[in-house]
């Protein structure tokens, strides 16, 4: 008799009663004699198993189930990336269907991004479409419900993506580093506090325009609800995936009345202010400053000597070669 199963099948944990009774559940239908032979050849493991195959005998199948091992494959969401580019990367890496795959996460995503939560997968070669994004998800979920739980004994998911997660989000957009996250929160907070719009670039690079520099022309046609130069308060979605130190400085940003931040000539990190009027006189500073970095740079390039040539040299080798070899030769 035939089994039809798929490639790669999730065993849950539990005893081997408990995983007989899955396999049950999903039409694998195992006799009394199936259950024995399955005891006898060992604990299935449990967790995403590859079969190596869809159709196989009765007895092959519980063989695979008890010894097979999934072939993973390594994936790592970053930090301030969109879904658009991860689903096309996991898509490219596992060979599976991208238009599939972002068919999937239409379904089965809660909001249009941070639902997969930026870390390092391993992922199961052979998983479909489906399975593949239901497994990020409910990882991520778990994280998240941990996460809320430890904070504030409970998981509210509604509140958790629209001010957290979406928050966060923009977090990790703007600051420069680790270090900034809970001052550019303290921006975001006070800003929406005061009835302000937020104006941050970050929040522009949604989707497909993750690497898109944001240019006054992209500010003035983008008419989206990303867009916090025209559109007051969050936007209705989180921007991208996050990291825990994100969410954390969303949730506990640091005090400060600081209502405007400017990256630094040399971009390491952002330059904060309370007042417009500081706010200005530090644009003209960076302006300066990058003037000067950018002249020194110049000056630099221009003045460095240009390496010489060994091309020469190995021409001059060659040809004394080619002599003394020709002297050698008149005492044959």
Not at 116 to 131: F, N, R, S, V
Not at 186 to 196: A, D, F, P, T
Not at 280 to 305: F, G, H, N, W
Request: hydrophobic share 35%; with cysteine; net charge positive.
């Amino acid at each position: 008799m035939e089994v039809n199963s798929k490639r790669v099948i999730n065993v849950p944990k539990g005893s081997t009663g408990a995983i007989i009774s899955y396999l049950d559940k999903n039409n694998y239908n195992l006799n009394t004699i199936d259950t024995v032979v399955t005891m006898f050849l060992g604990y299935p493991q449990s967790g995403w198993i590859d079969l190596k195959a869809h159709r196989m005998t009765k007895l092959d199948f519980l063989y695979k189930l008890t010894t097979s091992k999934a072939a993973l494959e390594k994936i790592t969401l970053l930090p301030g990336e969109t879904y658009y580019f991860f689903l096309q990367d996991v898509a490219k890496k596992l060979n599976i269907s991208t238009m599939k795959l972002f068919d999937q996460y239409a379904l089965q995503a809660y909001r249009k991004d941070g639902n997969i939560i930026a870390d390092t997968y391993h992922l199961p070669i052979g998983m479909d479409e489906k399975d593949l994004i239901e497994h990020l998800l409910k990882l991520s979920e778990s994280k998240y419900k941990s996460l809320s739980n430890k904070i504030f004994g409970m998981y509210d998911k509604k509140n958790w993506y629209d001010k957290y997660i979406t928050i966060a989000s923009i977090i990790q957009k703007e600051a420069a580093s680790k270090d900034e996250m809970s001052k550019v929160s303290s921006v975001i907070y006070n800003r929406l506090n005061k009835g302000m719009k937020l104006q941050m670039d970050g929040v522009l690079n949604y989707s497909k325009f993750s690497h898109t520099k944001v240019t006054p022309k992209m500010i003035k046609e983008d008419k989206s609800e990303y867009n916090t130069y025209k559109k007051k308060g969050l936007p209705n979605n989180p921007v991208c995936a996050v990291e825990i130190e994100a969410i954390k400085s969303a949730i506990f940003p640091a005090k400060s009345r600081y209502l405007y931040f400017m990256r630094s000539a040399d971009g390491s990190k952002h330059i904060f202010s309370e007042s417009y009027k500081k706010h200005r006189q530090v644009i003209r500073t960076v302006k300066k400053e990058s003037y000067r970095l950018k002249r020194t740079a110049k000056a630099k390039k221009t003045t460095t000597p240009k390496p010489v040539k060994t091309k020469v040299a190995k021409k001059t080798v060659k040809k004394t070669i080619d002599k003394t070899q020709k002297l050698k030769n008149l005492w044959k």
